[in-house]
């Protein structure tokens, strides 16, 4: 039983400035993918925990996900150079997630590492996302997610999911008639993408509503070590009338309610949230 005084979460990388899409690169390479657990009963375990869960939900879907593999950072707001951060992606794909991070044996995954890439190294460690999204009148967008989800059901979230590979056309490692470079960059715009369109989809704001994210770092849940990438989102619009655009949103069937809420409520409900998205959480704080 995890002590309740434990955190939650960890935070890998931390932006408080924010860095927008020109500070932000990706290095796409198979050298971030998951290495395989020597123990071969552990390996298999993956398929047969992912055929159980598609006997019990024919809706599985088993997409291609980017696998976080670390990041290096150069630069600082004090130095004279301009901070930058550079994302190190794999693939993965939600089948490995179910069966390595959901895995109940998923603690045996881990490698005794005090360096996160290193400790992390057997999982699949998809790369979710997540948005602190701020109305004009300075309130905090937070959703309550559905019963039906597969994780984490009736928890509070900030509106994300995952920057997706096929939206850019990355199925493998071999991308005929690009080169490294653009792809690269394709995955880096990649990122803030993704994060607008989960907002629009999920809130049912207009895209013309957001400002361009700015990134603020990256949270893990200690509880299957989870890693999600955080950005900030201002809304022009006043908390009323996202109220009023949510009732139609695209993926409104992922949650049941909406709240705008100010810095002191999401305090309050920040410990029935996610590992990950209580990290995000403290990301936003850092910027003070």
């Known amino acids: 039983m995890d002590n309740e005084d434990d955190p939650a979460f960890k935070l890998l990388l931390t932006c408080p400035f924010g860095l927008s899409p020109h500070q932000v690169s990706v290095d796409f390479d198979e050298a971030y993918d998951r290495i395989p657990h020597p123990d071969t009963s552990l390996e298999d375990s993956i398929s047969e925990i992912w055929d159980k869960r598609v006997l019990q939900n024919k809706s599985l879907f088993n997409g291609l996900k980017f696998r976080y593999g670390g990041c290096i950072s150069y630069g600082n707001a004090e130095s004279d150079q301009e901070p930058k951060v550079s994302l190190h992606l794999g693939l993965t794909d939600y089948r490995t997630f179910v069966g390595t991070n959901l895995n109940p044996l998923w603690e045996r995954f881990l490698s005794p590492s005090e360096d996160d890439y290193l400790h992390c190294r057997h999982t699949s460690s998809p790369l979710g996302n997540g948005a602190i999204v701020k109305t004009s009148d300075d309130k905090i967008l937070v959703l309550q997610r559905s019963n039906n989800v597969g994780e984490f059901p009736g928890y509070y979230v900030f509106p994300g999911g995952h920057p997706e590979p096929q939206e850019v056309g990355v199925l493998s490692y071999q991308v005929d008639s690009c080169s490294r470079e653009t792809i690269n960059k394709k995955i880096s715009q990649e990122m803030f993408d993704s994060i607008s369109k989960e907002v629009v989809e999920e809130i049912g704001v207009p895209l013309n509503a957001l400002s361009t994210p700015?990134?603020?770092?990256?949270?893990?849940?200690?509880?299957?070590?989870?890693?999600?990438?955080?950005?900030?989102?201002?809304?022009?619009?006043?908390?009323?009338?996202?109220?009023?655009?949510?009732?139609?949103?695209?993926?409104g069937f992922e949650s049941t309610h909406l709240y705008a809420v100010s810095i002191d409520e999401l305090e309050n409900m920040a410990a029935k949230m996610p590992g990950c998205h209580q990290g995000g959480f403290a990301l936003y704080r850092l910027m003070g």
Do not use: K, M
Request: hydrophobic letters at 45%.
């Open 214 to 251: 700015i990134f603020i770092g990256i949270s893990r849940r200690v509880q299957n070590v989870r890693p999600a990438a955080f950005f900030f989102i201002r809304c022009s619009l006043l908390s009323i009338e996202i109220q009023q655009l949510y009732s139609n949103a695209e993926d």
